[in-house]
């Protein structure tokens, strides 16, 4: 591919699949018989803080089971020696991107390995179980919860992720059902700015029909074959 400097990536969980973590939207993506919509929700949070708790204290315990793959580490070295500008945006929790070594990363949705407190907005590192009441280290108030960014809540960094669409050259999807906005609409803020767009998807998804080419097949075997070609 040539005349590209600035690329965009977006990752969904379809690109974490094949480490062993579970899609939200696939067959196995209910928990206890809830969708997520259900318990990721601040709504959620206040009527049932327990259920809350134990959904994502389950999802950050099972990180310890799990490790990057091909996908992931692809990505990584397509950090390392892309010498234009380069953002990967994951609407992951998980933190295989950071573990493949991508540095130039956001998360849009938060992070399972970090507590926000709700009374402060202090973010710390968090990787043991979070109950329901824990104290906040700066404000001492008991209002420590997920740092996820709930149905309903603003994603993170949307003013950098929008300044890198309008900039990029090259939008690609990876491993996302196209359902949940903002996300699913960087596409088109990536098209109308001039950008080629590039789908990698194990099925095609809502979003297909806005991105100029499509490409079917699991990210363990896409994302490595693209990175080549972008970096020969
Ligand atoms: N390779 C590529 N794609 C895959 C693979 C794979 N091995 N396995 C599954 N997929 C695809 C599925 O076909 C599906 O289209 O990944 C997509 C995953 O879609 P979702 O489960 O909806 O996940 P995602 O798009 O990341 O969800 C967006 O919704 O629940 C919220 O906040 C949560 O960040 C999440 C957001």
Request: hydrophobic residues 40%; aromatic residues 6%; contains cysteine.
């Amino acid at each position: 591919m040539d005349e590209i400097e600035n690329i965009v990536i977006l990752t969904g969980a379809g690109i974490s699949a094949e480490s062993g973590l579970a899609t939200f939207r696939g067959p196995d993506g209910l928990w206890e018989g809830h969708h997520v919509e259900d318990v990721c929700t601040p709504e959620a949070l206040a009527r049932n803080a327990d259920l809350v708790h134990r959904f994502y204290d389950e999802r950050r315990a099972k990180l310890r089971d799990v490790a990057p793959n091909p996908a992931h580490q692809a990505l990584a070295a397509l950090d390392a020696q892309w010498p234009g500008e380069l953002l990967v945006v994951t609407q992951n929790v998980d933190d295989l991107h950071e573990r493949a070594g991508t540095k130039r990363l956001i998360h849009m949705h938060g992070e399972l390995r970090s507590a926000l407190c709700a009374a402060c907005g202090m973010a710390a590192p968090w990787i043991d179980p979070l109950p329901p009441g824990v104290r906040c280290r700066r404000c001492g108030q008991s209002s420590l919860r997920p740092d996820i960014v709930f149905f309903g809540e603003m994603p993170y960094h949307m003013e950098a992720i929008d300044e890198a669409l309008r900039r990029a050259d090259l939008f690609v999807s990876i491993g996302t059902s196209g359902a949940v906005y903002p996300a699913a609409g960087f596409v088109q803020t990536a098209r109308h700015a001039g950008a080629r767009t590039l789908e990698l998807n194990l099925e095609p998804s809502a979003g297909s029909l806005y991105f100029e080419q499509s490409r079917i097949g699991p990210a363990s075997r896409l994302v490595p074959e693209l990175v080549r070609e972008l970096l020969v």
